[in-house]
Antibody, heavy 126, light 108 residues
């Protein structure tokens, strides 16, 4: 069974750090790019960061750039999000998601996020 | 950065209704658009990718159309299990894949 399990969330004071992990199973982890997506309480989905299969391509939302670092360990089938200088507005449920894709008949490659974990909750409060 | 808007933000509908949700991109994204359904307390579920390709296992009452800057998600006959929030996502600017603000579909 294809599965993603996030961990590492918790209550942390503003300005402190936290490291989230996502353990992947049931698929060949190093074949796929991965992403972190968050959802603040009662709000919509916000893409946070993404990393290609070989860590060669990495991107961040402007809201976390310079504070968060995404990484992966393909030998351990794991994705990470190092979160520094945390703010109250970083309070959210953090999902990891597997990126996949298909070729169209005209040979364009279309991406999508087809597998999601259940999420881990991060609360930033004093 | 590419921004997405969705309309309406909220809609109230009855079982059996035909429902259409619109997603607009701030610049052209070809067909690099996906739709997700999210129910309370659950992770998002992929419905459609490449603007109009139905993900395996998703009922055929869901359909997507559009390209460039305007896209639609249509539910041809709303079922009780379809009451949820729907999000569009652009996947044009790799790997910065932003989401729309969501459309909540509620029971009338």
């Amino acid at each position: 069974e294809v599965q993603l399990v996030e961990s590492g969330g918790g209550l942390v004071q503003p300005g402190r750090s936290l490291r989230l992990s996502c353990a992947a199973s049931g698929f060949t982890f190093d074949d796929y790019a991965m992403h972190w997506v968050r959802q603040a309480p009662g709000k919509g989905l916000e893409w946070v960061s993404g990393i290609s299969w070989n860590s060669g391509s990495i991107g961040y939302a402007d809201s976390v750039k310079g504070r968060f670092t995404i990484s992966r360990d393909n030998a351990k089938n794991s994705l990470y999000l190092q979160m520094n200088s945390l703010r109250a507005e970083d309070t959210a449920l953090y999902y990891c998601a597997k990126e996949s894709g298909d070729y169209s008949p005209d040979y364009y490659y279309y991406y999508y996020m087809d597998v999601w974990g259940k999420g881990t909750t991060v609360t930033v409060s004093s | 950065d590419i921004q997405l808007t969705q309309s309406p933000s909220f809609l109230s509908a009855s079982v059996g209704d035909r429902v259409t949700i619109t997603c607009r991109a701030s610049q052209g994204i070809s067909s690099y658009l996906a739709w997700y359904q999210q129910k309370p307390g659950k992770a998002p579920k992929l419905l459609i990718y490449a603007a109009s390709t139905l993900q395996s296992g998703v009922p055929s009452r869901f359909s997507g159309s559009g390209s460039g800057t305007e896209f639609t998600l249509t539910i041809s006959s709303l079922q009780p299990e379809d009451f949820a929030t729907y999000y569009c996502q652009q996947l044009n600017s790799y790997p910065r894949f932003t989401f729309g603000p969501g459309t909540k579909v509620d029971i009338k």
